[in-house]
T-cell receptor, first 109, second 116 residues
Framework: TQLLEQSPQFLSIQEGENLTVYCNSSSVFSSLQWYRQEPGEGPVLLVTVVTGGEVKKLKRLTFQFGDARKDSSLHITAAQPGDTGLYLCAGLITDKLIFGTGTRLQVFP | DAGVIQSPRHEVTEMGQEVTLRCKPISGHDYLFWYRQTMMRGLELLIYFNNNVPIDDSGMPEDRFSAKMPNASFSTLKIQPSEPRDSAVYFC??????????????FGDGTRLSIL
């Protein structure tokens, strides 16, 4: 059973465009993490959000945790080719990290 | 500092053969996780250990899969006998005290397994 649905699944955009990736669930999470994975490598943590409504910024990336701690979003401003990769949200339930279905982003120069 | 080290990076073998994947976690990490990633099912947790003890193996697909952690610096995931549907990228990850929700999981670069 997949608890975390991400949308869109695939996204191809031009350099300079803005985009938002969504991570939704019917379950409540203790915290939520976002990872980025590049081809041939393992996922790498970008950010952890813990409090409902929390917003964190990492340069051009803005992460938000939903008020009810069931959903999250990742917004990228002025995307660059270096942002290309697979973005994964992961929610912590009791002692397990449940990964989302993933959003594959391609940014063209 | 060395990250999580997995070997081999690639494995191609015929169905029915035994496959052993290896992982060396980051020194000092209490938790070790084994994941499987496929296009269809994404990243799935197979099993995880805390202080070398298996805590939850509910994600192990069937009895053909087994995992061990004989000491704090080494773990194996074994498939015997292997089947074509086991083809996937297998990741090992480690972390500090995982109940602290701010702790990241550190992933290795994975083993790409192909069963012919």
């Amino acid at each position: 059973t997949q608890l975390l649905e991400q949308s869109p699944q695939f996204l191809s955009i031009q350099e300079g465009e803005n985009l938002t990736v969504y991570c939704n669930s019917s379950s409540v999470f203790s915290s939520l993490q976002w990872y980025r994975q590049e081809p041939g490598e393992g996922p790498v943590l970008l950010v952890t959000v813990v409090t409902g409504g929390e917003v964190k910024k990492l340069k051009r990336l803005t992460f938000q945790f939903g008020d009810a701690r069931k959903d999250s979003s990742l917004h990228i401003t002025a995307a660059q080719p270096g942002d290309t990769g697979l973005y994964l949200c992961a929610g912590l339930i009791t002692d397990k990290l449940i990964f989302g279905t993933g959003t594959r982003l391609q940014v063209f120069p | 500092d060395a990250g999580v080290i997995q070997s081999p990076r690639h494995e191609v073998t015929e169905m029915g053969q035994e496959v052993t994947l290896r992982c060396k976690p980051i020194s000092g990490h209490d938790y070790l996780f084994w994941y499987r990633q496929t296009m269809m099912r994404g990243l799935e947790l197979l099993i995880y250990f805390n202080n070398n003890v298996p805590i939850d193996d509910s994600g192990m697909p069937e009895d053909r899969f087994s995992a061990k952690m004989p000491n704090a610096s080494f773990s194996t995931l074994k498939i015997q006998p292997s089947e074509p549907r086991d083809s996937a990228v297998y990741f090992c990850a480690s972390s500090l005290w995982f109940s602290d929700s701010n702790q990241p999981q550190h992933f290795g670069d994975g083993t790409r397994l192909s069963i012919l």
